[in-house]
């Protein structure tokens, strides 16, 4: 029990600090949402860059990539499947 109380002063010690700026965040819900917004876009424009590298890798960019698109032409101009 003794260890216990020891670690959990150290960490009631270690969240101090964020428990304070969440109290000066809670002033101003209206910055928060745009912090969460600005963050959002940015991780967005991540995941796109990402994902476009990965569908370029698996050759699966069907509206990115020009000779895919010829290629699939020639392959299906005749009608067949």
Known sequence: MKIKKFLNSIIQEELAPIRARRKEYEKDIGAVYDILKAGSAEA??????TLNEVKAAMKINYFDDPGLIEAHK???????F
């Not at 967005?44 to 860059?49: D, G, K």
């Not at 020639?74 to 067949?80: D, I, R």
Request: glycine share 8%.
């Open 44 to 49: 967005r424009a991540i995941a796109q860059v």
């Open 74 to 80: 020639e392959k299906y101009k005749n009608g067949t």
